[in-house]
């Protein structure tokens, strides 16, 4: 009997994980939505089937990628609905339906199969770990250590031109490596 009641630190503290997370699921909705109150319409109702399920989460502990993945096909919904009921009479109608699949097709392409940040986390690390010594050597700087061009320009001894294309580099690579991913790292705050 022991052994089937569950501690307090393995229960789902749904008001917790809203806290955190509501404001970071309502800017990727808005990202792909376009709309503010669309978005906290789409937020509010996965909140509330997350909240339905608490008790699934509290056995398997993948209440983030739930959020991810309702997220995700709940605002596919709304652009798929938008597609829909969009009457293409005008030239700027076609470029609103233009406008809506490219967000649909984005978003349906977006990874959402992840059990917590930490899979993101290793995601991102092996990333910047494939950039070549230097370059990796140069967004480390920037961005873990928060250097600014010139800091990192004089800690290497090399010039702020060299600090910059090490970047644009860096960027490049990581937005192909991470590509289906993009916009969770907004949402995550990274």
Same mark, same amino acid.
């Given at each position: 009997? /022991? @052994?089937?009641? @569950?501690?307090?630190?393995?229960?789902?503290? #749904?008001?917790?994980?809203? +806290?955190?997370?509501?404001?970071?699921?309502?800017?990727?909705?808005?990202?792909?939505?376009?709309?503010?109150?669309?978005? @906290?319409?789409?937020? /509010?109702?996965? #909140?509330?089937?997350?909240?339905?399920?608490?008790? &699934?989460?509290?056995?398997?502990?993948?209440?983030?990628?739930?959020?991810? =993945?309702?997220?995700?096909?709940?605002?596919?919904?709304?652009?798929? /609905?938008? !597609?829909?009921?969009?009457?293409?009479?005008?030239?700027?109608?076609?470029?609103?339906? /233009? $406008? &809506?699949?490219?967000?649909?097709?984005?978003?349906?392409?977006?990874?959402? $199969?992840?059990?917590?940040?930490?899979? !993101?986390?290793?995601?991102?690390?092996?990333?910047?770990?494939?950039?070549?010594?230097?370059?990796?050597? =140069?967004?480390?700087?920037?961005?873990?250590?928060? &250097?600014?061009?010139?800091? +990192?320009?004089?800690?290497?001894? =090399?010039?702020?031109?060299?600090?910059?294309?090490?970047?644009?580099?860096?960027?490049? @690579? !990581?937005?192909?490596?991470?590509?289906?991913?993009?916009?969770?790292?907004? &949402? !995550?705050?990274?």
């Amino acid at each position: 009997m /022991q @052994k089937h009641l @569950k501690s307090a630190s393995t229960m789902f503290d #749904f008001d917790t994980f809203y +806290v955190l997370w509501y404001t970071r699921a309502k800017h990727f909705a808005t990202f792909y939505l376009k709309d503010e109150e669309a978005a @906290k319409d789409v937020v /509010q109702d996965v #909140f509330l089937k997350l909240y339905e399920r608490c008790p &699934l989460f509290e056995e398997t502990h993948s209440e983030i990628g739930y959020l991810f =993945i309702a997220l995700k096909h709940a605002c596919l919904s709304v652009l798929r /609905q938008r !597609l829909h009921t969009l009457q293409c009479t005008s030239v700027e109608t076609l470029t609103d339906r /233009q $406008e &809506l699949r490219l967000y649909e097709s984005a978003l349906a392409q977006t990874f959402t $199969e992840f059990q917590d940040e930490t899979h !993101l986390q290793q995601r991102i690390e092996n990333a910047i770990n494939q950039l070549p010594p230097r370059c990796k050597e =140069i967004f480390i700087l920037r961005k873990f250590h928060h &250097l600014s061009q010139k800091e +990192v320009a004089q800690t290497l001894a =090399i010039s702020t031109h060299s600090v910059e294309t090490q970047m644009g580099i860096a960027y490049a @690579k !990581l937005r192909k490596t991470l590509q289906n991913i993009r916009p969770l790292l907004v &949402l !995550l705050g990274l």
